[in-house]
């Protein structure tokens, strides 16, 4: 984007009240630097959502708006222009009247894309209609060139063309291994991926059953179906896979890992990389792919759901020149990621800061990242030792596993380096006696503990079709309970003077009908007070570190949670399922 258009977007954004000056004065530093477009630093700022921003936009240009996401478009006019030519260009045609065409674009004054749809049109002999539409509109729409379900279909019928040919009813390992790598083997497993990454699934799993092969999707922490194979492509789908992760596709009896990296080429286009593990089961093995975005934005604290004491205490501690912080929860409870947000921060010129990872999940420049291999004897223990041979500043170990990490950690810690690492336990509390288990003494403990950070994660609620509700009198009762032991300072957002307000998602097409969209922490974070320190002792219990932590003014999880309900940002119901033990 030019400067003098960014100005000009900026000015009318200041002379319509949507902006102050200063914010204004901002958001032309930032188009300016990254050579973004204004309206899309609006969204990223969240001064508004999307489509309210894209109709913004439109009144600006003076050009029509449009939401694509709801309203199906006809292959007929999809067929106008290329999806080759959609996606590059981010234009999508929409409707059509005698020789007239409507044509959604994401970036109106694209030079280059109105050269492109002028060529087009000449060519079919056209006249044009723009509209405005936002980046997520032209994302749902452009999928519909290709359907899931349809391409999968035409895709299979010649799977059973390629297994006809070359399976003469002997599954021997040779006609599998040609049979994997087919062009039609090898566009279903492209589209299990992709149609993953488009619906922003976490993880694949691909089960044998008896009769079939079940495709399921782990979306927002839970796991749902997706589509059923036929049995007899089994094997040659997990062999493609295993193909891509350089396993070892003539081994079945035990489990393997891999990893691989995918390039999607549908909307969502961007690469992945993939981590792969392989389970032998009695109906034949069941793959499970983890999608890791290395190339995702690392969220701040805030955006994490890090609220008031909490982030307070994690600021003021990643700041301190050396010591422990801890982040612990169960699998899958966003434990990397808030280690992550800890690392943007504490990257800077004059650090030297190096981390052990299983695996290494995002790429950060400047950050010496190394990835451990059990199998060669190179683990978190070993790894750690010669970290400290490496002048380290900062260090991040992806987990203590065992007492010999824990006794380097907390070493590292006590000879002036900041040590972040992740622990199993079920909350902040029990770390402390984790550690004490593992053979740390208690003094030493107390010395080199800064902080620990206990964590899970709930679905938020969608924000298009979020409602109020009228909670049953138990729940009130719960609810009220867990307030009466948090401090008032910690409140004070809640508007608790109106009431206890609490809300479910109805259900929608922004969030297909599940009511929910993406996930949110929940946390409390523990600090290493001296009253803390002086109750420690080898024969501690979690209850006696609860107890003193209340006195600090800790808010548990549960607590965390229940007030995250009441600001509408997940469900009651959230809350109790990941808290209830």
């Not at 009769?211 to 194979?229: C, E, F, K, Q």
């Amino acid at each position: 984007m030019n400067d003098e258009y960014s100005k000009k977007v900026c000015n009318y954004l200041v002379s319509t009240n949507i902006v102050d000056e200063k914010t204004a004065d901002e958001l032309y530093d930032e188009a300016v630097k990254s050579g973004l477009d204004v309206f899309g630093n609006l969204i990223k700022r969240k001064i508004d959502n999307e489509e309210n921003i894209t109709k913004i936009k439109a009144k600006f240009l003076n050009v029509n708006y449009m939401n694509l996401k709801e309203d199906p478009i006809d292959n007929e006019v999809l067929k106008e222009i290329s999806e080759k030519a959609a996606l590059f260009y981010r234009f999508i045609p929409f409707e059509k009247q005698g020789n007239l065409i409507k044509i959604g674009m994401v970036d109106p004054v694209n030079v280059e894309a109105l050269d492109a749809l002028k060529f087009i049109s000449v060519k079919r002999n056209l006249k044009t209609n723009i509209f405005v539409i936002s980046k997520s509109s032209f994302n749902a729409a452009v999928k519909q060139y290709r359907e899931f379900g349809e391409e999968l279909k035409n895709v299979l019928k010649n799977v059973d063309q390629v297994i006809d040919k070359k399976d003469d009813g002997k599954k021997d390992k040779k006609n599998i291994d040609k049979i994997s790598e087919e062009a039609p083997v090898t566009k279903i497993v492209d589209i299990i991926i992709t149609h993953a990454i488009e619906g922003k699934a976490s993880d694949i799993h691909i089960e044998p059953n008896e009769n079939s092969l079940v495709v399921r999707y782990r979306l927002d922490g839970i796991l749902h179906n997706s589509l059923i194979l036929p049995k007899k492509i089994s094997s040659a789908v997990i062999s493609r896979i295993k193909i891509l992760a350089s396993l070892k596709i003539d081994e079945t009896r035990k489990p393997q890992d891999g990893r691989f990296r995918f390039s999607s080429s549908g909307s969502s286009e961007r690469s992945v990389d993939l981590r792969i593990s392989t389970f032998p089961t009695v109906n034949g093995e069941k793959i499970v792919m983890r999608i890791l975005d290395t190339s995702s934005d690392i969220n701040d604290f805030e955006s994490l759901g890090i609220m008031k004491r909490g982030l307070s205490i994690i600021n003021e501690n990643i700041a301190k020149p050396f010591g422990i912080i801890l982040v612990t929860g169960p699998t899958g409870s966003g434990k990397s990621t808030t280690l992550y947000a800890m690392l943007k921060i504490l990257n800077k010129e004059g650090v030297n800061i190096v981390t052990l990872e299983d695996p290494v999940e995002y790429f950060m420049k400047g950050i010496n990242q190394s990835q451990i291999k059990a199998e060669i004897g190179y683990t978190f223990s070993s790894g750690l030792r010669s970290i400290l041979r490496q002048d380290p500043d900062i260090i991040m170990v992806g987990e203590i596993r065992d007492k010999e990490t824990a006794e380097l950690a907390t070493h590292a810690a006590l000879t002036g380096h900041l040590v972040l690492s992740t622990l199993h336990t079920n909350n902040a509390t029990g770390v402390i006696s984790r550690l004490i288990d593992m053979g740390i003494e208690p003094f030493i403990l107390s010395s080199s503990l800064n902080v620990a950070v206990g964590q899970r994660l709930v679905r938020k609620l969608c924000n298009h079709c979020k409602e109020e509700i009228v909670p049953p009198p138990a729940i009130l009762d719960l609810i009220k309970k867990e307030l009466k032991d948090i401090p008032e300072d910690q409140k004070q957002d809640l508007n608790l003077e109106k009431g206890i307000r609490l809300f479910q998602g109805k259900g929608c097409e922004e969030c297909k009908k599940t009511g929910t969209s993406g996930r949110i922490g929940i946390y409390e974070v523990l600090s290493m007070t001296p009253e803390i320190e002086s109750a420690m002792s080898s024969n501690v219990t979690d209850h006696d570190i609860v107890v003193e932590s209340k006195k600090q003014g800790m808010i548990t999880m549960k607590q965390d949670g229940i007030m995250k309900a009441i600001l509408g940002l997940t469900s009651i119901e959230e809350v109790l399922r990941v808290t209830e033990e």
